[in-house]
């Protein structure tokens, strides 16, 4: 996993509550293989129009938005489906963080086990920061990960990130988590066999 | 109770918050190749396979049972991979062929895997329909599905909980499903956000186990983590002499336990809703998310009634994507075809009150009946369901995902109206341009015979 600590970008407005996985990541581009890259598929079908090229009106196909690494998004982002290709194709596109009011559970531990940071902001918050960018749509916002600090641009100034600890240590060391697991091996084991004992059956 | 289940299943708990969880079931589809992909790199293999389960469900052909029906050789490769995955893995499985196959959250409970008092995760978001028998059953991903195969644990932020009780009793031709989608409607798509569900009150005390796994399958749709219904009778009737749940000489054991799992009766909740049940009507959705959701007496609403400029853009949109105008009855509206499937209502009792509603009348529009599993097919079958359906012209296919995920190639055209009784109506979910209305199955069954979404209590 690649660590993130600190990112400045220019940030793309998607726009739309709800915005579910299916959307981020239509479904019948699940069985590919991730060596080739998610990235062609995001936003596929909002992204393009029926003939397939990309449609230059959609906010991430616009110039302003060429390099940017932070998207802001509106409530419950990331509904719906489980599919971890959602992440995978945000990342591969070279998304780093995603700012908004709230997101899909699932969908929300998928991007922190991928280090891509996703930023609650107070609805109120986020719909200022839309309103600004929709006037400086060159604006920059600043995610430091390390002081789990936001600062945004114009007099909107600077918030905590509220994320937990644990992830945040994880993403900011690019750490693996299972090989983190594997230190507890010796509590899991200890617990599993009296959790098994008491439910014979469920290591049948 | 939910507090019960998470404090029995905590290894530790990391200074910063998060618990290590001790996850006794993993389910696993034919998506999981990302996270075997993962163990295979690492040099792992999992951990506990006796507590894994494969199904192959997402992308099954539903009209053969060789991997050479599926829809493309692309498709048929998922489910070869599949069952290469289950067998270097040690995980015992169910594969196409499988009497026991079909939609993970049909088969788990059949099978007695899924009991009361675990920890159940399956990479799809709809594992919270498990919890219908007062477990904590959820929706991971597959980075996440790879640390618990490597591990058989999960580290996890405790959610908070939410109390939906449901008052009065149901009145005719209202299902769980009607349930779900009056809440929904109600508190929105987002309005569950962080929250563990218990579902409560006489209504939900009333259903059947069937009944009250469509109503856990549609927490995620209120972004809920998971849903659950506190175990009773009807739960252990249900799960009594299931494969792979106690044997008789550990029911007494296993059944003491259980009854310490409700909820105390001064337990707190971090919020609380309540339903009136006999005020809920058939419902309907009209747009692309599973809130736009109207009795079916109602009309599409008018966008420009709605607060918040946002979600009258948003209402907008779901309109022109629908093809509907505001202040179109829904009743009436003319569909093109008809699915009844989906983990949210393919269980015996769905097909039943389906066929029900035929009575031997006609189909007058392309129908498929998609059971939920081998095994709910077989007993279909056995109590004459099946001809039924075939007598009013549905198709009778073999069991799967299918319309409701539209992976394995059984999907609407561009433009075409479906009465469903999936869970989703998002943009594109039955396939590019397709138009989805969620209906529960009795409702979907009248709109094959009239060929318009129809209140089924008029039929």
Known sequence: MRAFIKETSALVVIPGANCDTDQILPGRFLKSDRALGYGQFLFHDIRRNAAGALDPAFALNRPEAQGATMLLVEDNFGCGSSREGAVYALVDHGIRAIIGPGFGDIFYNNALKNALVPVRLEAALCARLAAHLAEAPEATVTVDLERALITLPGDLGAHPILIDAFARDCILRGLDEIQMTFTHMEAISAFETAHIAASPWLGR | ?459
């Open chain 2, 1 to 459: 109770m939910f507090a019960k289940i998470w404090e029995a299943h905590e290894i530790l708990r990391h200074p910063s918050g998060p618990s290590l969880l001790y996850i006794d079931r993993d389910l696993i589809h034919e998506g999981s190749f990302h996270a075997f992909a993962d163990l295979r790199r690492r040099g792992l293999k999992p951990r506990r396979p006796r507590q894994i389960f494969g199904i192959a469900d997402h992308y099954v052909p539903t009209t053969g049972r060789r991997p050479e029906d599926a829809a493309g050789p692309a498709i048929a490769q998922m489910i070869r991979t599949f069952d290469e995955n289950m067998d270097w893995g040690g995980v015992r499985h169910f594969g196409l062929q499988s009497r026991e196959q079909g939609i993970v959250h049909v088969v788990a409970p059949e099978q007695g895997i899924t009991l009361p008092g675990l920890t159940i995760v399956c990479s799809d978001s709809h594992t919270s329909t498990q919890g219908a028998f007062g477990a904590i059953a959820f929706g991971i991903g597959q980075s996440e599905n790879a640390h618990v195969l490597a591990t058989q644990t999960l580290w996890q932020i405790r959610p908070r909980t939410m109390r939906v009780t449901i008052d009065g009793v149901l009145g005719a031709g209202v299902t769980a499903k009607d349930v779900m989608l009056t809440l929904i409607a109600r508190i929105g798509a987002a309005g569950a956000s962080g929250h563990a569900i218990e579902f409560a009150g006489p209504v939900v005390r009333a259903l059947s186990m069937e009944a009250r796994l469509t109503l856990c399958n549609m927490s995620i749709e209120a972004a809920a983590r998971l849903g659950m219904v506190a175990p009773d009778e009807t739960t252990y009737a249900y799960v009594r002499n299931r494969r792979y749940g106690p044997g008789e000489d550990e029911w007494e054991q296993a059944l003491a336990h259980w009854r310490g799992l409700a909820s105390d009766a001064d337990a707190l909740f971090d919020s609380e809703v309540h339903l009136d049940g006999s005020a809920i009507a058939p419902m309907v959705t009209w747009g692309t998310s599973p809130e736009d959701a109207v009795p079916i007496t109602g009309r599409v609403p008018d966008p420009a009634g709605f607060a918040g400029a946002d979600k009258r853009k948003a209402s907008l949109k779901a309109l022109d994507y629908m093809g509907l105008a505001p202040g179109t009855p829904l009743e009436g509206l003319a569909i093109d075809r008809v699915f009844i499937g989906s983990c949210t209502n393919a269980r015996i009792e769905d097909l039943r009150a389906a066929a029900a509603v035929l009575k031997g009348r006609k189909a007058v529009i392309p129908a498929i009946i998609v059971p939920g599993s081998t095994q709910v097919k077989a007993q279909a079958e056995a109590e004459g369901l099946a001809a039924a359906f075939r007598q009013s012209g549905f198709e009778w296919r073999e069991s799967g995902c299918s319309m409701c995920a539209a992976l394995n190639g059984d999907q609407l055209a561009p433009g075409e109206r479906c009465a469903s009784t999936s869970n989703r109506n998002f943009v594109g979910r039955q396939g590019p341009g397709s138009r989805t209305h969620l209906v529960s199955p009795a409702m979907a069954a009248a709109a094959a015979i009239t060929g318009r979404l129809t209140d089924v209590r008029r039929i």
